[in-house]
């Protein structure tokens, strides 16, 4: 099962399961205004899979860096725009602006702020707060 939401700079969030979730009253049908076109988030629910997600990657636990391209950076791109990041362009290329925006993402989530996003940073960005 699938929903679609955003989640306002101003709403309320619940801890599930060491993820943040939109309480009811944040949920919206549409992605932000500042999502670049390529970019919907979606809170997605399966067996195995409780968490927000652009659709490139479901990865938890790989570890992507600067340098790295493809699908995975494309999704920390997306889920670092959604929650209010400038990653520059969504293009699959970690540049300088993704590692940049993936670093304002751990300082918010209290985690080490090393611009690489392994398990820590990837729990940040699909339930998209503090650890």
């Known amino acids: 099962m699938i929903k679609r939401l955003m989640v306002s700079g101003a709403a309320a969030l619940?801890?599930?399961?060491?993820?943040?979730?939109?309480?009811?009253s944040a949920v919206s049908?549409?992605?932000?205004?500042?999502a670049a076109a390529d970019c919907t988030i979606v809170w997605r629910v399966s067996a195995n899979y409780h968490g927000f997600t652009a659709g490139y990657s479901w990865a938890w636990n790989?570890?992507?860096?600067?340098?790295?391209?493809g699908d995975q950076v494309r999704e920390i791109q997306c889920?670092?725009?959604?929650?209010?990041?400038?990653?520059?362009?969504?293009?699959?290329?970690?540049g300088q602006?993704?590692?940049?925006?993936?670093k304002q993402q751990q300082q918010?989530?209290?985690?080490?702020?090393?611009?690489?996003v392994g398990p820590d940073t990837?729990?940040?960005l699909r339930g998209g707060g503090p650890n």
């Open 14 to 24: 619940l801890g599930v399961g060491g993820l943040m979730v939109p309480s009811a």
């Open 29 to 34: 049908e549409h992605a932000p205004a500042s």
């Open 62 to 69: 790989a570890i992507v860096r600067k340098g790295d391209t």
């Open 79 to 94: 889920l670092t725009q959604y929650w209010g990041s400038d990653p520059g362009k969504v293009d699959g290329v970690f």
């Open 97 to 102: 602006l993704t590692e940049d925006a993936v």
């Open 108 to 116: 918010h989530c209290n985690i080490a702020q090393d611009g690489e």
């Open 122 to 124: 990837w729990r940040c």
